[in-house]
Structures are given as structure tokens and as C-alpha cells.
């Protein structure tokens, strides 16, 4: 069964601690990205990568980290420099011959 | 940053109506993407567009893309239940990176 998978589905984290979010995928796919969504908004990029050991910061990256040592995972960290990390995660990846990105099922984090 | 600005925000319509959104964007694009989003869960892609394309069909879906007037159009029709739902549009350029907008969240009563 193809696709992305993320986890957990939903993480609580208390203040000043760092958490981190899996996403996995099994389409082979070189790119993967990390969103963040907060309630009735868009999708804004935190980080991408095009390729194993390399990745790029998007739009809001302060405060999250990412590594990408396989070419099927890329974990996403987010750090107690994150000041308002409550929010919606998706996982998403993209082949080379294709534009369409493919989503994991995200993950809610929530700061206690 | 986000390119994409959908219209009208939110939309509710009877089920078997007809439901279009609009898409607006700012800079040149090498494609349009539709997805849809269900409460909580996470993106389905439905349709893409590329900027050499006006018109593009599938199943119950209708999307055109206007270049000179960086705009989009979604028109999904004979909607049912299931059609509930958030749906996005996300530009696409050559650097494997989408800009989505806010999304029209549209609710089909029964």
C-alpha cells in the first residue's frame, strides 16, 4: 500500500520542549516538504528537500529543523524556539516527473 | 509566501447545485493545482492546469485558468454530501515548490 504516512496523529508538547514528527514515504518520490497550518488559513512551507542531504528553508523556518538521510524519510523538529507551535503538520512529496504533491494525514500538534 | 487568494471564502449550496470558487494569483506560473482537504485530514490533489492550458475536465470537475488575468476557476457540479469539504488552488513554478492560498470551504446540504 503506497503513499505517506505520518506520525503520531496528534502530539502535545509542554513549553521549552523540542518534538519531532515522522513522515515516511514508499512512492520513491525524490522531494518532500513540511507545511504548517493553522485554523481557517492556508499552507505555508517550513522546509523542503529535493534530495538526500540537502534541504532548503521555505517561508517560515525559524524556530524547525529537518534532516533528510534517507530518501524516504525527513523528520521534521520542532524546537522550543518555535514560539507558537500549535498547529496543523502535513507531510507531503512530489516525484521528479510529476507537479501534484501527494499529502500524509498530518499531524495536530498542541503546546500545553 | 502565499500567492493564491480563493473567492468567496466560504460557500453553501444545496446538494445537486452547482459550486464554483475562483482562484487570483500575482506572478507567472508554470502550473495550477486544485486539491481538496476533508476536516482534519490532510490534502487530495484533484485537477492540474498547466499556463499553456485554458480548460481542463475531470469526472465532475471543471477547471479553467485564465493567464492574462491570473485567475482560476473551479466549478464542481451536480455536487453531493461528500463534496464537503476545503478546497485550495496552489501555483506551481519550475522550482518543485506550490504556493496555496486560504481555500473556499464549501458545504453541500442535503
Known amino acids: 500500500d503506497g503513499g505517506i504516512t505520518q506520525s503520531p496523529k496528534y502530539l502535545f508538547r509542554k513549553e521549552g520542549q523540542n518534538v519531532t514528527l515522522s513522515c515516511e514515504q514508499n512512492l520513491n518520490h525524490d522531494a518532500m516538504y513540511w507545511y504548517r497550518q493553522d485554523p481557517g488559513q492556508g499552507l505555508r512551507l517550513i522546509y523542503y528537500?529535493?534530495?538526500?542531504?540537502?534541504?532548503q528553508k521555505g517561508d517560515i523556518a525559524e524556530g524547525y529543523s529537518v534532516s533528510r538521510e534517507k530518501k524516504e524519510s525527513f523528520p521534521l523538529t520542532v524546537t522550543s524556539a518555535q514560539k507558537n507551535p500549535t498547529a496543523f503538520y502535513l507531510c507531503?512529496?512530489?516525484?521528479?516527473?510529476?507537479?501534484?504533491?501527494?499529502f500524509g494525514p498530518g499531524t495536530r500538534l498542541t503546546v500545553l | 509566501s502565499q500567492q493564491g487568494e480563493e473567492d468567496p471564502q466560504a460557500l453553501s449550496i444545496q446538494e445537486g447545485e452547482n459550486a464554483t470558487m475562483n482562484c487570483s494569483y500575482k506572478t507567472s506560473i508554470n502550473n495550477l493545482q486544485w486539491y481538496r482537504q476533508n476536516s482534519g485530514r490532510g490534502l487530495v490533489h484533484l485537477i492540474l492546469i498547466r499556463s499553456n492550458e485554458r480548460e481542463k475536465h475531470s469526472g465532475r470537475l471543471r477547471v479553467t485558468l485564465d493567464t492574462s488575468k491570473k485567475s482560476s476557476s473551479l466549478l464542481i457540479t451536480a455536487s453531493r454530501a461528500a463534496d464537503t469539504a476545503s478546497y485550495f488552488c496552489?501555483?506551481?513554478?519550475?522550482?518543485?515548490?506550490?504556493?496555496f492560498g486560504a481555500g473556499t470551504t464549501v458545504t453541500v446540504r442535503a
Open positions: 496552489a501555483t506551481g513554478f519550475n522550482d518543485y515548490k506550490l504556493s
Open positions: 528537500s529535493q534530495i538526500v542531504n540537502d534541504f
Open positions: 507531503a512529496s512530489t516525484g521528479t516527473s510529476t507537479d501534484t504533491q501527494y
